[in-house]
Nanobody, 124 residues
Framework: VQLQASGGGLVQAGGSLRLSCAASGLTFRTYAMGWFRQAPGKEREFVGVGRWNGFTYYADSVKGRFTISRDNGKNTVYLQMNSVKPEDTAVYYC???????????????????WGQGTLVTVSS
């Protein structure tokens, strides 16, 4: 299984960025695809997750600004980041989980596979 995250870069506060995560080696529609992030000196935190049927769930810190979508035909999940803030600066990771239930969607240890991360830097 391989998860390849891309799309990170430098963006000004208030701007937008779209991250992509291409999955291979798994049955994509059976996995929930999550996004997590880790800022320098901080613990990894949950950003959001999307299931194959269109269900999405977000952390309060990004709700209304970030949107997760999936292209199940391309085995790819996207994270559209709008109205970004300097505090969104972090390495963003995508993850795939097949055993998730409602109470574990935001728990990183419940995910089976992880991508390598892509750096997002938001300048003020």
């Amino acid at each position: 299984v391989q998860l390849q995250a891309s799309g990170g870069g430098l963006v000004q506060a208030g701007g937008s960025l779209r991250l992509s995560c291409a999955a291979s080696g798994l049955t994509f529609r059976t996995y929930a695809m999550g996004w997590f992030r880790q800022a320098p000196g901080k613990e990894r935190e949950f950003v959001g997750v999307g299931r194959w049927n269109g269900f999405t769930y977000y952390a309060d810190s990004v709700k209304g600004r970030f949107t997760i979508s999936r292209d199940n035909g391309k085995n790819t999940v996207y994270l559209q980041m709008n109205s970004v803030k300097p505090e969104d600066t972090a390495v963003y990771y995508c993850a795939a989980g097949s055993r998730l239930i409602s109470s574990s969607l935001s728990v990183g240890s419940m995910y089976d596979y992880w991508g390598q991360g892509t750096l997002v830097t938001v300048s003020s």
